[in-house]
Nanobody
């Protein structure tokens, strides 16, 4: 099992930016594809972005493509999500996990709130 701790969320105005971090420990981090997911109030958790174990492959949900960038630093066991041009509809709790996600690994998440 891998332990995941998300951070970097906050309150930001529409059009602003944030960078989320996910620190991993436990299993060998750099052997796994990683992903970011989010859950808005009253909605199901949804996929946001994924990155391959080597970092050279990424894929995004259509709703964030061109605005969000996923990256990773395997030396630091950390995956990042840079979010630009934020919109109120990006408001959610953001989680990282393996990709595909392992239900044993969901952490507390980090809250992102975008005001209009």
């Amino acid at each position: 099992q891998v332990q995941l701790v998300e951070s970097g969320g906050g309150l930001v105005q529409a059009g602003g930016s944030l960078r989320l971090s996910c620190a991993a420990s436990g299993r060998v981090f750099n052997s796994y594809n990683m992903g970011w997911f989010r859950q808005a109030p009253g909605k199901e958790r949804e996929f946001v972005a994924t990155i391959s174990w080597s970092g050279d492959g990424t894929y995004y949900a259509d709703s964030v493509k061109g605005r969000f960038t996923i990256s990773r630093d395997n030396a630091k066991n950390t995956v990042y999500l840079r979010m630009n041009s934020l919109k109120p509809e990006d408001t959610a709790v953001y989680y990282c996990n393996l990709y595909p996600p392992d239900n044993k690994n969901w952490g507390q998440g980090t809250q992102v709130t975008v005001s209009s």
